[in-house]
Protein backbone atom coordinates (compact mmCIF):
# COMPACT_ATOMS: atom_id res chain seq x y z
CA UNK A 1 0.00 0.00 0.00
CA UNK A 2 1.02 3.64 -0.59
CA UNK A 3 -0.21 6.60 1.27
CA UNK A 4 -0.48 10.01 0.16
CA UNK A 5 -0.47 13.20 1.70
CA UNK A 6 -1.73 16.03 -0.15
CA UNK A 7 -1.22 19.82 1.61
CA UNK A 8 -1.41 23.43 -0.24
CA UNK A 9 -4.45 24.17 -1.34
CA UNK A 10 -6.23 27.46 -0.45
CA UNK A 11 -8.08 30.50 -1.87
CA UNK A 12 -6.06 32.71 -4.46
CA UNK A 13 -6.95 35.28 -6.52
CA UNK A 14 -6.86 35.48 -10.63
CA UNK A 15 -3.00 35.93 -11.44
CA UNK A 16 -1.49 33.95 -8.29
CA UNK A 17 0.54 31.23 -7.65
CA UNK A 18 0.07 28.20 -6.00
CA UNK A 19 2.16 25.24 -5.01
CA UNK A 20 0.92 22.12 -4.09
CA UNK A 21 2.59 19.27 -2.24
CA UNK A 22 2.28 15.53 -1.94
CA UNK A 23 4.35 13.08 0.18
CA UNK A 24 4.35 9.57 -0.56
CA UNK A 25 4.40 6.85 2.32
CA UNK A 26 4.55 2.84 2.61
CA UNK A 27 5.65 0.61 -0.07
CA UNK A 28 6.82 3.48 -2.46
CA UNK A 29 8.82 0.92 -4.51
CA UNK A 30 5.44 -0.57 -5.95
CA UNK A 31 5.05 3.00 -7.47
CA UNK A 32 7.07 4.27 -10.80
CA UNK A 33 4.89 7.64 -11.63
CA UNK A 34 2.91 9.97 -9.56
CA UNK A 35 1.06 13.07 -10.88
CA UNK A 36 -2.01 15.21 -10.16
CA UNK A 37 -5.62 14.85 -10.92
CA UNK A 38 -8.16 17.64 -10.96
CA UNK A 39 -11.93 17.69 -10.58
CA UNK A 40 -14.23 20.48 -11.34
CA UNK A 41 -18.07 20.31 -10.11
CA UNK A 42 -19.93 18.90 -12.48
CA UNK A 43 -16.83 17.58 -14.68
CA UNK A 44 -14.72 14.80 -14.55
CA UNK A 45 -11.72 14.41 -13.13
CA UNK A 46 -9.00 15.23 -15.74
CA UNK A 47 -4.81 14.54 -15.66
CA UNK A 48 -3.03 17.71 -14.60
CA UNK A 49 0.34 16.68 -14.65
CA UNK A 50 2.40 13.40 -14.02
CA UNK A 51 6.14 12.69 -13.49
CA UNK A 52 7.74 9.06 -13.98
CA UNK A 53 10.70 7.73 -11.65
CA UNK A 54 12.89 9.03 -14.24
CA UNK A 55 12.09 12.60 -14.71
CA UNK A 56 9.78 12.12 -17.38
CA UNK A 57 6.59 14.34 -17.43
CA UNK A 58 3.48 14.73 -19.21
CA UNK A 59 0.89 17.53 -18.71
CA UNK A 60 -2.82 17.58 -19.90
CA UNK A 61 -3.52 19.94 -22.48
CA UNK A 62 -5.31 22.57 -20.23
CA UNK A 63 -2.45 23.68 -18.74
CA UNK A 64 0.45 23.22 -20.27
CA UNK A 65 2.53 26.67 -19.65
CA UNK A 66 1.06 27.32 -16.46
CA UNK A 67 1.82 23.87 -14.36
CA UNK A 68 5.00 22.70 -13.85
CA UNK A 69 5.11 19.27 -11.54
CA UNK A 70 8.74 18.49 -9.81
CA UNK A 71 9.69 16.00 -7.39
CA UNK A 72 12.46 15.55 -4.99
CA UNK A 73 13.36 11.94 -4.31
CA UNK A 74 14.66 11.79 -0.99
CA UNK A 75 11.47 13.22 0.57
CA UNK A 76 9.10 10.69 -1.51
CA UNK A 77 7.40 13.94 -2.32
CA UNK A 78 5.76 15.64 -5.97
CA UNK A 79 5.19 18.88 -5.85
CA UNK A 80 2.65 21.09 -8.59
CA UNK A 81 3.00 24.64 -9.06
CA UNK A 82 0.79 26.82 -10.83
CA UNK A 83 1.02 29.87 -11.84
CA UNK A 84 -1.68 32.97 -13.90
CA UNK A 85 -3.92 31.13 -11.75
CA UNK A 86 -7.63 31.22 -13.63
CA UNK A 87 -10.95 30.49 -11.97
CA UNK A 88 -11.50 27.61 -14.22
CA UNK A 89 -8.51 26.32 -12.58
CA UNK A 90 -10.87 25.99 -9.38
CA UNK A 91 -11.27 22.29 -8.65
CA UNK A 92 -10.36 19.81 -6.28
CA UNK A 93 -6.58 18.14 -7.25
CA UNK A 94 -6.11 14.78 -5.99
CA UNK A 95 -2.63 12.91 -6.21
CA UNK A 96 -2.03 9.82 -7.62
CA UNK A 97 0.83 7.35 -7.37
CA UNK A 98 1.17 4.71 -10.32
CA UNK A 99 2.67 1.45 -11.16
CA UNK A 100 2.87 2.06 -14.82
CA UNK A 101 3.40 -0.99 -17.79
CA UNK A 102 5.63 -0.71 -20.42
CA UNK A 103 2.48 -0.02 -22.51
CA UNK A 104 1.66 2.69 -20.80
CA UNK A 105 -1.14 0.58 -18.82
CA UNK A 106 -2.43 1.57 -15.14
CA UNK A 107 -1.44 -1.72 -13.33
CA UNK A 108 -1.90 -0.51 -9.78
CA UNK A 109 -2.57 3.25 -8.58
CA UNK A 110 -3.77 4.99 -5.31
CA UNK A 111 -4.92 7.83 -4.61
CA UNK A 112 -4.94 10.93 -2.24
CA UNK A 113 -7.89 12.70 -0.80
CA UNK A 114 -8.04 15.86 -2.62
CA UNK A 115 -7.04 19.56 -1.70
CA UNK A 116 -9.17 22.15 -2.71
CA UNK A 117 -8.29 25.07 -4.73
CA UNK A 118 -10.66 28.02 -5.31
CA UNK A 119 -9.08 30.79 -7.63
CA UNK A 120 -11.57 33.95 -6.86
CA UNK A 121 -11.10 37.83 -6.25
Known amino acids: QVQLVESGGGLVQPGGSLRLSCAAS????????MGWYRQAPGKQRELVAA???????NYGDSVKGRFTISRDNAKNTVYLHIDSLKPEDTAVYYC???????????????WGQGTQVTVSS
Open 51 to 57: ITSGGGT
Open 26 to 33: GNIFSINA
Open 96 to 110: NAALVGGSGEILNEY
